[in-house]
Structures are given as structure tokens and as C-alpha cells.
């Protein structure tokens, strides 16, 4: 019996055939690779930091190089070809970034321009973070300080060097959140979180799907960097910007010679700054003597010209919330310089006062003075302590060190040599002995 053809086999057949065919096509791509495109390229600022957002049409794998000499990040891509119809140089001076600029492979025709690199030229090496939300490259780079924020042409001229140590962001000069303030979150890519929102009397804020977060004295970068660890239990690699869109909290007192008021501190600020801040001291004002008082009771006296005359000071010399900034005027710092002076009169302290400046202002010591005993008088009326200072060394031997600084309410005394007075007692006496021995006769 003859037997008949077994249908199975051309199921198989059938099936084989259908496997080789799906094997050929899932092949198709990686022959022919999809052509991505460089859709985007924005930056966004905050206080603290810089970010740099690439986006291209899909996901796609990225190299990244870093060069010193200038500072550069790379970003290359080296499995896909990515096209792009962006200009060469893209953004020019923005923050931490001197320029952005799109390398491209020989032109394969008008729009068809193969990208290359993307170079991040900064104008500094500074501390960054690459990371990436969905088909988008984001890298943050941290602002450089102020102090540091000199102009590259400047630098050039001065010899600086273009290269500056990397700064822990913590300890940033930033403005210290607290109640009252508003504060401007914008998560990237989700309108629906991104608010403003009000610090309460607690110092904290709610912002859904965070139900309530204290934000007390935390800087911007801080608060940025807590609320992305939080929003990361919701979202998808989530990138924040923090702004303080109204500074509230961190008010200061100004009295005396300087334009009074209360004054909000949007950042670490010392006094030489604030001072300035606020058009500075008036011409009456004794810029010597000016007194910080702190939240604490705590007074400290500052010299503003010396402040000046030393920077390394006047930064360690901050204002914080709740100090109070007093100026007295020039009326309360007199000297007094009595005796054996040209002209004995009473001296308006402005700033800094010596005792050989006084007595100077005073016309100088006449032909009676005793230099070598002058006598400073110091202290309240009734309670006066003095001091006899040799003054003929300081003009025979230079001994500066006997050239005291003066205080406020001192009475300089020159008194009038012995001869003097002895020659004064003489001619006192001369005329009525004359009178008396004519009578006699």
C-alpha cells in the first residue's frame, strides 16, 4: 500500500520558512540604522548651577571627554549618526560656560549635516554631573563664586589664571531660606509639580506629591538636592531648579549715620558689602567705631577703612538675620588739647586720631611746653585716669611707640616748664617791688 504524504511536514516547512523571514527582518535595522536627529539644545541657570539640556529625537548611547587645557566636557556618539541643523556656536558667555559648539562631519548636503561632538568650552574647571531623562543629555555644572567670575579677557591681562580649585557647593555664599520667603520649583518636563510655594512659619513647604519638607535655612542647592532624592520615589530621574523668587526672612537693622532701615540679606554678606549695598556711611559718620550687634547681644566694633585695606578680614566680618548695623556720628568722638599749645582747642575725630597729629592740629608745642612730660586724660568726668607720655623721644629717638591712638572725650595737657614759670613769678613780683621801694625812698 502506497502511503501518502504526511501533511505535517509542510506545516513545518511553513513554519521554518516564516522564522528565516522574521530573522531577516529584525536584521533590517541593524543593517540599515534609524537616523536620529539633535532636536534641542536649552540651559537652564539656578543660584548654585548651570544645566546643559541636549535632546535628541530617541535615546541614544553617548561617549563623554574631558579636556583641560581649555576645560571642555565632549559629548560624542559614537554607534548612531546624528543630524543636526544647529549653527556652529550655539551659546556664547552664559553662566560657568564660555561657549557651546557643534563639530560636524564633512556636509553630506544642505541639512544633512552629521554631528560630530558638542563641545562645552567653560571658562573654568568646575565640578559637573552628567545624567540623563529620557531621550535628553542634562549636564549641571556648579556656578563658580563671585570673586571668581572675573572676565576671561581680564584675566589674560592681569596674568590670572584661568584655572580655579573645585568648591563644595554647601558651602556656597548662598541666601539661607526661611519663613516668608516664595520660592519658584520648577521640575523639568513636569508642569503639573512645578509651583511656587510659600515657606510657613515653620520653615517648611508642601509640594505635592511631597506632602510637607522643611526647608529652614537650606540654601538653594541644598533644596534642589532634597527635593530631587524626594521626587525620585515618584518620578523618573528628576531634575529640579529651585529660585527664591521673594526674599523675606533674612532682614537686617540699619541706624545712625547711614540711610536707616530694615534691609533683606539675599545672600552671605559681609559688612563691607552691605554697607555698600545701602550707598554707604554719610560724612558725618565715624566709619572707626561702627558696632555690629548680632541676634545674640553680641557687640563687635569695626575700623571700615581697615575692613577695606584688608580683604581677608572684611570677609571673615559677615552680617547674618537679625544683626544690627551702627554707625555713630563724628559729634561723639572729640579730643581736647589743652596747655602749652599754639592754638588750644577741641578736635573732631575723623576716623583715626594720634597725639602727635593732635597737638599738631593744635598749632605745636610754644617755647614753654615741657614735651617730655605731656598728660593724657582718659576716662569719665570724676573717674579720669592719666598718662604722662615722653613725647620729646618720639621727636629726638622716633620712638613711635609713644604715639598713642586717641579715644573719644581725652584731654591732651601740656604743662608749662619750671623756668617759665619761675620767669613768670619774677615778673609778677617786679612792678609792685618797684612801686614799694619808690615809696620808701
Known amino acids: ?54 535632546t535628541i529625537s530617541e535615546p541614544v548611547q553617548y561617549k563623554v571627554t574631558e579636556l583641560e ?22 551659546i556664547v558667555n552664559k553662566g560657568p560656560i564660555k561657549r557651546i559648539k557643534n563639530e560636524y562631519y564633512q ?28 531621550s535628553s543629555i542634562i549636564i549641571r555644572i556648579e556656578n ?21 580649585k573645585a568648591r563644595d557647593p554647601l558651602a556656597d555664599s548662598g541666601y539661607l531660606i526661611g519663613p516668608g520667603d516664595i520660592l519658584n520649583i520648577e521640575v523639568w518636563g513636569h508642569p503639573d509639580v512645578s509651583r511656587d510655594v510659600a515657606v510657613d512659619y515653620r520653615g517648611e513647604i508642601k509640594l505635592p506629591p511631597v506632602k510637607r519638607m522643611s526647608v529652614m535655612a537650606f540654601t538653594t542647592y541644598q533644596l534642589e538636592e532634597a527635593l ?27 541706624l545712625g549715620e547711614i540711610t536707616t532701615g530694615m ?67 563724628l559729634e561723639m568722638s572729640r579730643v581736647s588739647v589743652l596747655g602749652e599749645v599754639k ?29 617730655s612730660s605731656v598728660i593724657v586724660l582718659r576716662g569719665e568726668l570724676g573717674a579720669m585716669k592719666g598718662y604722662r607720655v615722653d613725647m620729646s623721644r618720639i621727636f629726638k629717638k622716633g620712638d613711635i611707640g609713644l604715639n598713642i591712638e586717641l579715644e573719644a572725650g581725652d584731654i591732651i595737657y601740656v604743662p608749662r616748664s619750671f623756668i617759665a614759670d619761675l620767669e613768670r613769678f619774677l615778673r609778677d613780683i617786679t612792678l609792685p617791688l618797684t612801686w614799694y621801694f619808690w615809696y620808701l625812698k
Open 69 to 90: 587645557n581649555p576645560p571642555c566636557i565632549l559629548i560624542s556618539f559614537p554607534d548612531r549618526k546624528v543630524f543636526s541643523s544647529e549653527e556652529d556656536v550655539v
Open 263 to 329: 534691609y533683606t540679606l539675599k545672600r552671605k554678606t559681609s559688612l563691607v558689602e552691605f554697607l555698600g549695598q545701602i550707598g554707604g556711611p554719610t560724612a558725618n559718620a565715624n566709619v572707626s567705631k561702627i558696632k555690629l550687634i548680632k541676634k545674640d547681644g553680641e557687640i563687635s566694633i569695626h575700623d571700615l577703612n581697615e575692613l577695606i585695606g584688608d580683604p581677608k578680614k572684611s570677609d571673615g566680618v559677615l552680617v547674618s538675620a537679625g544683626d544690627t548695623v551702627f554707625v555713630p556720628p
Open 144 to 164: 563658580p563664586k563671585e570673586s571668581e567670575l572675573l572676565d576671561i579677557e581680564e584675566k589674560e591681562k592681569i596674568g590670572g589664571d584661568s584655572q580655579a
Open 228 to 254: 530631587t532624592k524626594s521626587l525620585s520615589r515618584y518620578l523618573i530621574d528628576p531634575v529640579v531648579f529651585v529660585l527664591v523668587k521673594e526674599f523675606n526672612s533674612q532682614r537686617i537693622i540699619a
Open 343 to 371: 592754638s588750644p582747642k577741641m578736635i573732631i575725630v575723623k576716623g583715626k586720631l594720634a597725639l602727635v597729629e593732635a597737638v599738631t592740629e593744635a598749632g605745636g608745642f610754644t617755647d614753654n611746653a615741657v614735651q
Open 107 to 134: 556636509s553630506e548636503g544642505e541639512g544633512r549635516r552629521q554631528l560630530e561632538l558638542v563641545i562645552v568650552e567653560l571658562v573654568q574647571d568646575l565640578p559637573y554631573k552628567i545624567s540623563h531623562s529620557g
Open 1 to 54: 500500500m502506497r502511503k501518502g504524504k504526511d501533511p505535517m511536514n509542510g506545516v513545518y516547512r511553513k513554519a521554518a520558512t516564516i522564522i528565516v523571514i522574521l530573522l531577516f527582518v529584525s536584521c533590517i535595522p541593524q543593517l540599515s540604522p534609524k537616523v536620529l536627529h539633535f532636536v534641542n539644545l536649552e540651559t537652564k541657570e539656578s543660584a548654585s548651577y548651570t544645566m546643559v539640556i541636549l
